[in-house]
């Protein structure tokens, strides 16, 4: 009798699906859903320019190619503790919010120091997009 128990639960397991071909895999996340604003002089004076990079694929535009290639680590901020080249590359601030890769991004940016230069640069295909 408690073989046929057995046998009717795991019968049971079976029937209920161990990830079977009737399941679809989870779909990717979306490549980018971000709104990148930039300051051209970094104070408001001028107004702002905003973007929306709103991505399913890569293809779906120069911003989307470039956010297609952009980890998370690109917006974090300079660790506090880094040594930055005292150089200034301009007044520009800019901000990127949204997601990435289905990673939530909040970052600032500016080229008041080396590091944040550097970074700029590294977002600079991204940021773009908003002029």
Same mark, same amino acid.
């Given at each position: ?44 004076? %001028?107004? =702002? ?8 694929? %890569? ?31 301009? =007044? ?36 773009? %997009?908003?002029?």
């Amino acid at each position: 009798m408690r073989i046929a128990v057995l046998l009717a639960c795991l019968t049971a397991l079976g029937a209920v699906g161990c990830g079977g071909t009737d399941e679809q895999a989870a779909a990717p996340p979306p490549v980018a859903d971000l709104t990148v604003t930039v300051d051209a002089d970094g104070d408001g004076a %001028a107004q =702002p320019r905003s973007a929306r990079v709103k991505c399913e694929t %890569a293809d779906a535009s120069k911003a989307c190619q470039a956010a297609e290639g952009m980890k998370a680590k690109t917006f974090e901020p300079v660790p506090r503790n880094v040594a930055c080249t005292e150089q200034y590359g301009g =007044p520009q601030t800019a901000t990127v919010k949204g997601t990435l890769h289905g990673d939530a991004i909040d970052a600032t940016f500016s080229r008041v120091n080396g590091c944040e230069i550097a970074r700029w640069e590294d977002a600079s295909a991204l940021l773009g %997009a908003a002029g």
